[in-house]
């Protein structure tokens, strides 16, 4: 029985599974590449100059807007000329909060995705392809985050330590890699019993070698979709947690004015709409582009009969 | 039989060891958390020594860690979640008073989230390519990228500040009892939508691939109506990842609860575990997250009973090594 499947899959990955450094003729002429694939997407083409924008907004966006801590102005103005978001209960003008708070939001959720995709990428990298204790540690590791959820353990860990951006992004790097690591598990499973891990085995490189070299760079394009949407997953908790009031106060992320904005929901709609609308939009691009590139990545997937 | 028995005992003492490692990491972050606890029940004032001794002996405080983690997880086995700093009501009494609360809006949107993820995920699966899965598909997204909180409060601004069908806050009108039906509504529209985005989404997904199985073309070539095709040979197919998926989503309601009862001024758990923290009350917060843990895990231990039961694959396996006559693959 094991011979039969064995033979199955190895013939069935001789197409694409070739050593990743030297891609043969015939797979680059047959298709088109993957990231022109995904480029010329329709959603691509909205949500990533999107996404784009929001970062560079927050990024030399305070050089363009005033303090975001002055107190000057009338309180609760609404959106106009001279204020576009208009002013906060302090008279504080609300888009220099809204560009501010983005650069928490978006620092908290790309730092976290990051580190979960580094963490995810070696731990599972080696659990996957070596197994025995490793992988035994991994899996209960993950199970362990399925029962306690990250939103609890962080509360509590953030209300008991203390909440600083750096803690809050650490909280959540540790709550939310395992789901990373679990995906590269799973690949690193699959490529290790490859045809090509075992010619490289037999030509006599060593484990390391072989998993940097072979299963990890093969096992990405499911990773960086999983890193895509954890963006997206940071960033949402990360709201969660600043609007029940765990973060650090003297730099409100979304979220933060969102838990503010709660008591003036009659007054001041502009106060609770935009930031969460700042919300919505980069998760939604960062979940559309992870599917765009889930498409690209995996044309074969999805296709039905 | 032997093979059932020795499958549930392992589920039985892995979900043990869980959740003797739940307390294990709650008990080290309770230690690793800056503040003289002493100091914190007396308040801001001097203390005299043979006070603070006095008081240090009273709740074990000079034991060894060890001692004193092996106290804790004794008292968490025997029921005795400790007493509330604020209230000094039993821990566990003040949780179970308000579960109550928050069952009543996780179990109405578990179900609603469940049942419609399921039949829109199929037919957007079944109309795959086209407009309807287009907008389906497109809405889940969308739903699933939303700030669930942030929903509600967009939900309340427009159905309650605007319109005024529809209460704000709390669970019934000032000075009754029980919970009204219309201030239900919100809190469970809000906690259902990310659910049901993404339960349609995993629907959608497992549809597609079990209507590209083999036996779907089989059933087809024999002439089943589309329909049945559909409703009887793929749905079972693939409702299998469901099970497994609404498992875990119950877990994931819970934990929501905690941000949807903040924004309906809900009293539920997720409301006193928000102003423990506030209070710093930490047998509460540590108590909260402890009945939470129960429930997810007796919840993952029933997701998989189900699962043995509705998979005949996992069914004639166990089936298969019972009798002891397992190699039954086709021969190459």
Not at chain 2, 109 to 135: C, E, K, M, N
Not at chain 2, 278 to 300: H, S
């Amino acid at each position: 029985m094991t011979t039969t499947d064995e033979a199955i899959v190895i013939g069935a990955s001789q197409p694409t599974g070739t050593d990743p450094g030297a891609p043969t003729e015939g797979r680059v002429a047959s298709r088109r590449p993957t990231w022109k694939v995904f480029l010329g997407k329709p959603s691509t083409l909205i949500f990533l100059p999107l996404l784009l924008l929001f970062v560079l907004v927050s990024v030399i966006g305070p050089f363009f807007v005033g303090s975001p801590s002055a107190t000057g102005n009338p309180p609760l103005l609404p959106p106009s000329g001279q204020f576009p978001l208009g002013t906060d209960d302090l008279g504080r003008d609300y888009l220099a909060r809204v560009v501010y708070g983005g650069q928490i939001s978006l620092l908290v959720g790309f730092t976290v995705a990051l580190l979960c995709m580094t963490i995810g990428v070696v731990v599972g990298g080696l659990a996957g392809y070596y197994g025995g204790f490793m992988d035994t540690a991994l899996v209960k590791v993950a199970e362990f985050f399925q029962v306690l959820p990250g939103l609890i353990l962080a509360l509590v860990a953030a209300a008991l330590l203390g909440s600083n951006v750096l803690i809050i992004v650490v909280i959540l790097a540790i709550t939310m890699w395992p789901s990373c690591a679990r995906i590269v598990r799973a690949e690193a499973m699959r490529i290790s019993k490859l045809g090509y891990v075992e010619s490289a085995k037999a030509a006599g490189f060593g484990g390391i070698r072989i998993l940097w070299s072979d299963v990890i760079p093969n096992a990405m394009p499911p990773v960086l979709v999983a890193t895509s949407m954890t963006v997206g997953r940071a960033i949402l908790v990360e709201s969660g947690l600043a609007y029940l009031g765990i973060g650090d106060t003297n730099r409100p992320s979304w979220g933060a004015l969102l838990n503010s904005a709660q008591a003036y929901m009659q007054q001041a709609w502009w106060l609770a709409l935009f930031p969460g609308m700042c919300i919505f939009l980069v998760v939604l691009a960062v979940n559309i582009l992870g599917d765009g590139l889930n498409d690209a990545l995996n044309p074969t997937i999805g296709r039905v009969k | 039989m032997r093979a059932i028995v020795s499958r549930y005992g392992r589920l039985l003492v892995s979900s043990l060891l869980l959740f003797v490692a739940v307390i294990t990491v709650l008990f080290v972050l309770l230690e690793l958390a800056p503040g003289n606890p002493i100091q914190s029940l007396v308040g801001d004032v001097p203390i005299s020594p043979a006070f603070e001794a006095q008081i240090t002996a009273a709740y074990g405080l000079d034991k060894p860690l060890w001692e004193r983690y092996f106290i804790y997880l004794g008292n968490v086995f025997t029921g005795n979640l400790g007493f509330s700093f604020g209230t000094n009501e039993p821990v566990l009494e003040l949780i179970l008073g308000r579960a109550g609360n928050t069952l009543a809006l996780a179990v109405p949107s578990f179900v609603i989230s469940t049942t419609l993820g399921i039949v829109l995920g199929s037919i957007a699966a079944r109309t795959r390519r086209r407009w309807l899965d287009s907008t389906i598909s497109g809405v889940a997204v969308g739903l699933f990228s939303v700030p669930n909180f942030w929903l509600g409060m967009m939900l309340i601004m427009v159905f309650s500040l605007t319109l005024g069908w529809l209460p704000t806050q709390g669970k019934a009108p000032y000075g009754q009892e029980g919970i009204a039906l219309q201030y239900m509504v919100l809190p469970i529209i809000t906690m259902a939508t990310s659910e049901l985005a993404y339960k349609t989404r995993i629907m959608r997904a497992s549809m597609i691939e079990s209507l590209s199985q083999d036996f779907i073309d089989t059933a087809r070539s024999k002439g089943v109506s589309s329909q049945r095709v559909l409703w009887r040979h793929a749905m079972p197919n693939a409702l299998l990842p469901m099970v497994t998926i609404s498992g875990y989503s119950l877990g994931f309601i819970l934990a929501g609860s905690v941000l949807v009862e903040r924004v309906f001024g809900w009293p539920g758990m997720g409301l006193l575990f928000i102003d423990a923290i506030g209070r710093q009350d930490n047998q509460v917060v540590l108590g909260v997250v402890i009945v939470l843990t129960v429930t997810i895990i007796i919840v993952n231990i029933l997701t998989d009973v189900v699962y043995g039961i509705v998979d005949p694959r996992l069914r004639s396996q166990l089936v298969r090594r019972s009798t002891t006559t397992r190699k039954i693959e086709v021969p190459a």
